[in-house]
């Protein structure tokens, strides 16, 4: 408005001063306008109204050089604000929208004190479990943080070690009170405590090579199976008490050594190598029924089922088979309530064929969300299917090697 008024006096005045006000009008609005956005900018960071975290033991630091971890609203902030005040960027850590710099302690108050800066924390050297502890405890040299080498939270810290007596064949199933339960290769079974202590052992049972850890039911009762010793093409399915003794075994040829449990833990479920589930009664190990699969060409399956959090069972094929060409993977959903009332209780059926492309399927499926994974590690390829229906979500094939599934 005071534009307007100054431009309508001009002309009952000199031309020099109407030159002049136009002049004076052109540069105020560019200038007020830069003016606000400049404020709105520099104002972002502290809108919230929450000062920059600044680990204490470093401001309590004796005078010198110290590296830190500065965390900006950006990454790029976070450098600035470091070079502002002398410091030197050694790495960028763009994931967390922070750097690595090393800066004089007498700095580090000027360096909080600047917009865009969120934190600012000491860099420590991360160590691990088997690592010795700070100084004050074992009085060694470790750089520390509050007490801590490596991570500023409570680490991971070795409690003791086990022999085996051989090696593990499979890995460790923990139990409902804490400790966990082993399986070696010279038929021993080991009950550890949770402190890694030995609670018992139990030798002599006729088991060799297992494909899963063993699963934990009712009661801390320990199901697991492995390949017979005294009797070559047979898989001994064992069931021990928690004081070690065995409440039964079931014994068949051609299984797949490895079982899975239903979330109620009255079931067990065991996949024959070629297209069959068995159904197991948890409690006493008699045979509760078996499912055939009307899979195509699928290979041998290799892998012991898997089991949802609802019920479902999910059996996958491998499509591998010696001297056996053009087979392909093929992974079902089995609805557990139809099991016995039904000859094909299958939710869904998925046949590993992506764009005409044939692909095995060796790794064990992940349930995580409402979401299946499949892993081809030969075939390398990632298969997403939705858990309800079976629907491909996504494949993806890798460019390299896949060492494990997600």
């Given at each position: 408005?005071?534009?307007?008024?100054?431009?309508?006096?001009?002309?009952?005045?000199?031309?020099?001063?109407?030159?002049?006000?136009?002049?004076?009008?052109?540069?105020?609005?560019?200038?007020?306008?830069?003016?606000?956005?400049?404020?709105?900018?520099?104002?972002?960071?502290?809108?919230?109204?929450?000062?920059?975290?600044?680990?204490?033991?470093?401001?309590?630091?004796?005078?010198?050089?110290?590296?830190?971890?500065?965390?900006?609203?950006?990454?790029?902030?976070?450098?600035?604000?470091?070079?502002?005040?002398?410091?030197?960027?050694?790495?960028?850590?763009?994931?967390?929208?922070?750097?690595?710099?090393?800066?004089?302690?007498?700095?580090?108050?000027?360096?909080?004190?600047?917009?865009?800066?969120?934190?600012?924390?000491?860099?420590?050297?991360?160590?691990?479990?088997?690592?010795?502890?700070?100084?004050?405890?074992?009085?060694?040299?470790?750089?520390?943080?509050?007490?801590?080498?490596?991570?500023?939270?409570?680490?991971?810290?070795?409690?003791?070690?086990?022999?085996?007596?051989?090696?593990?064949?499979?890995?460790?199933?923990?139990?409902?009170?804490?400790?966990?339960?082993?399986?070696?290769?010279?038929?021993?079974?080991?009950?550890?405590?949770?402190?890694?202590?030995?609670?018992?052992?139990?030798?002599?049972?006729?088991?060799?090579?297992?494909?899963?850890?063993?699963?934990?039911?009712?009661?801390?009762?320990?199901?697991?199976?492995?390949?017979?010793?005294?009797?070559?093409?047979?898989?001994?399915?064992?069931?021990?008490?928690?004081?070690?003794?065995?409440?039964?075994?079931?014994?068949?040829?051609?299984?797949?050594?490895?079982?899975?449990?239903?979330?109620?833990?009255?079931?067990l479920y065991i996949n024959r190598t070629k297209e069959k589930l068995y159904v197991l009664d948890?409690?006493?190990?008699?045979?509760?029924?078996?499912?055939?699969?009307?899979?195509?060409?699928?290979?041998?399956?290799?892998?012991?089922?898997?089991?949802?959090?609802?019920?479902?069972?999910?059996?996958?094929?491998?499509?591998?088979?010696?001297?056996?060409?053009?087979?392909?993977?093929?992974?079902?959903?089995?609805?557990?309530?139809?099991?016995?009332?039904?000859?094909?209780?299958?939710?869904?059926?998925?046949?590993?064929?992506?764009?005409?492309?044939?692909?095995p399927l060796d790794a064990q499926p992940v349930l995580t969300g409402d979401a299946i994974y499949l892993?081809?590690?030969?075939?390398?390829?990632?298969?997403?299917?939705?858990?309800?229906?079976?629907?491909?979500?996504?494949?993806?094939?890798?460019?390299?090697?896949?060492?494990?599934?997600?």
């Amino acid at each position: 408005m005071r534009c307007r008024t100054m431009l309508a006096c001009s002309r009952t005045t000199t031309g020099r001063w109407c030159d002049s006000a136009r002049q004076h009008c052109v540069l105020v609005l560019p200038l007020l306008l830069a003016v606000l956005l400049i404020a709105s900018c520099t104002s972002r960071p502290h809108q919230r109204g929450v000062s920059p975290y600044v680990d204490a033991s470093l401001l309590a630091a004796p005078t010198g050089t110290v590296s830190v971890i500065v965390t900006g609203d950006t990454m790029e902030q976070a450098a600035a604000a470091v070079s502002h005040t002398g410091g030197s960027v050694t790495s960028e850590l763009w994931l967390i929208d922070a750097v690595v710099a090393t800066m004089s302690t007498d700095k580090l108050a000027e360096l909080a004190g600047l917009p865009g800066v969120r934190s600012i924390v000491g860099n420590q050297q991360v160590s691990t479990a088997q690592s010795p502890q700070c100084p004050g405890d074992t009085g060694t040299d470790l750089p520390c943080a509050g007490g801590r080498p490596g991570w500023m939270s409570d680490r991971i810290e070795k409690k003791g070690e086990v022999d085996l007596g051989d090696q593990a064949i499979v890995g460790f199933a923990a139990l409902p009170d804490g400790g966990m339960v082993a399986l070696s290769s010279s038929q021993r079974v080991l009950f550890l405590n949770a402190d890694g202590t030995e609670r018992l052992r139990v030798d002599g049972l006729d088991f060799s090579q297992a494909a899963a850890p063993p699963v934990i039911g009712q009661a801390g009762i320990v199901y697991f199976a492995g390949l017979s010793i005294r009797y070559p093409g047979y898989v001994n399915v064992f069931a021990l008490n928690p004081d070690g003794s065995t409440r039964w075994t079931y014994t068949d040829t051609n299984l797949v050594p490895g079982p899975a449990i239903s979330p109620d833990g009255s079931l067990l479920y065991i996949n024959r190598t070629k297209e069959k589930l068995y159904v197991l009664d948890a409690e006493h190990g008699a045979k509760r029924g078996e499912i055939s699969l009307p899979a195509q060409a699928p290979g041998l399956t290799t892998l012991p089922p898997t089991v949802g959090a609802d019920g479902t069972i999910y059996v996958q094929t491998s499509g591998q088979e010696p001297d056996v060409k053009n087979t392909v993977a093929n992974v079902f959903a089995i609805d557990p309530a139809r099991l016995f009332v039904d000859n094909a209780p299958f939710r869904w059926h998925f046949v590993a064929q992506v764009n005409s492309i044939l692909y095995p399927l060796d790794a064990q499926p992940v349930l995580t969300g409402d979401a299946i994974y499949l892993t081809g590690l030969k075939g390398r390829v990632f298969i997403a299917l939705n858990q309800s229906d079976g629907q491909l979500r996504f494949s993806l094939a890798a460019p390299g090697k896949i060492l494990a599934p997600p």
